[in-house]
Structure formats: structure tokens, C-alpha cells
């Protein structure tokens, strides 16, 4: 028995008016697994952005400490994030000294993340695309009999990580990081 009202069949009006719940679970189902792709996709454009971004930055960096070095002979020996900084946009000299006035810049901080707003705030770092600090490793080592200093320039990548005391400091494989260990495996270092 079909009932009328308004001159319409109530089947009709039900079926032709909205979707089945199987309907409307395969649209979002589909809806889901396009944000998803579309997600992925956004988030693997960012990584490529934030490591060229790194990449240039380092550049950047190891440019400014070889000008360091040109100027006072030597590169910053310095394990302190903030005390490379104060070196670099020179406001410590090469003994550690605070420097007043401030000396040669050989960085332009305002091209840079920094831990805190003011560029000239005490205890300010250089950050990485990912928020964390640049490392930098001021080592030395023997070589044909005389001892020679250098630098390792690097950023913990992605996911911050960082094998402790690597590189060394001292030793045949100063400098040198250990690019098999699991930690270091998404590290961007200035001269890779």
C-alpha cells in the first residue's frame, strides 16, 4: 500500500532525497585517502624546502668563520652556540673576550632563525630550519707532523639527533663525523 501525500509516493521521496550510509562512507573514505596523499605530499615538499634551506645557511655560516679566520688567523675555538654567534656578528674577539665596541661582522644575523628575538639578546643562537641549534666543532689534529685546526659545521636534520661527541675534537679522526651511525643519518653538514 503506497500512502500519498501531496501527490508524491513517500518511496519515491526517500530514495530520490539522500544517500545510503554505504555511500557516504565511500565518500569519505576516498575524501580521507586524497587528504592523506595531498598531507604527504605538502609535508615532503617542507622537508626538501627546510634541507635546501639548511644546506644554504651552512654555506652561509662557513663563508663567515673563514672570513673569522682570515681576519684573526684562526677559526673560533668555541664548542658555545652562543659564543660562535657573539664571534661571527663580532662581539667576542679570539682570546673570548667581549669585544666593546663591537668589531667586524662577518655575519648578518637578520638572515638567520635566532633563539631569541633580539639579535643582540646574550646567549642568542643560530637555528636550523627545524628550530635547533647549529653545531659547530672547533678540533685540531696532527698533520705531517704539525697541528692544524679546523671546523665541523652541521645541523641535526629532521629529527634533531646527534651522535654524542661527534665529531671528535682531537685525534686521527678529528673532525671527521661518523655518517654510518644512526643518529647522524639525516644531518646536513656544511662541507658534504
Not at 635546501?52 to 652561509?60: I, M, N, P
Not at 672547533?138 to 645541523?155: D, E, I, K, N
Request: charged letters at 20%; one cysteine or more.
Amino acid at each position: 500500500m503506497h500512502l500519498r501525500w501531496g501527490g508524491l509516493s513517500t518511496r519515491r521521496c526517500s530514495r530520490a532525497g539522500g544517500f545510503t550510509l554505504i555511500e557516504l562512507l565511500a565518500v569519505v573514505a576516498v575524501v580521507t585517502i586524497l587528504s592523506g596523499s595531498v598531507l604527504g605530499m605538502v609535508r615532503g615538499v617542507h622537508e626538501r624546502v627546510a634541507g635546501a634551506r639548511a644546506k644554504a645557511e651552512l654555506a652561509v655560516l662557513a663563508q663567515a668563520i673563514e672570513a673569522w679566520r682570515g681576519q684573526y688567523g684562526d677559526y673560533p675555538a668555541t664548542a658555545d652556540g652562543a659564543e660562535l654567534y657573539e664571534s661571527l656578528t663580532g662581539r667576542r674577539g679570539p682570546q673570548h673576550d667581549a669585544l666593546d665596541p663591537p668589531g667586524r661582522t662577518f655575519l648578518e644575523a637578520g638572515r638567520f632563525s635566532l633563539k631569541a628575538p633580539d639579535a643582540a639578546a646574550p646567549g642568542n643562537v643560530l637555528l636550523d630550519p627545524w628550530g635547533q641549534p647549529y653545531h659547530y666543532v672547533y678540533f685540531t689534529r696532527l698533520l705531517g707532523g704539525r697541528l692544524v685546526s679546523g671546523y665541523a659545521l652541521f645541523s641535526g636534520g629532521p629529527d634533531g639527533c646527534v651522535k654524542p661527541d661527534d665529531p671528535p675534537v682531537a685525534g686521527a679522526t678529528a673532525g671527521e663525523p661518523d655518517l654510518t651511525a644512526p643518529e647522524n643519518a639525516d644531518n646536513f653538514y656544511s662541507r658534504q
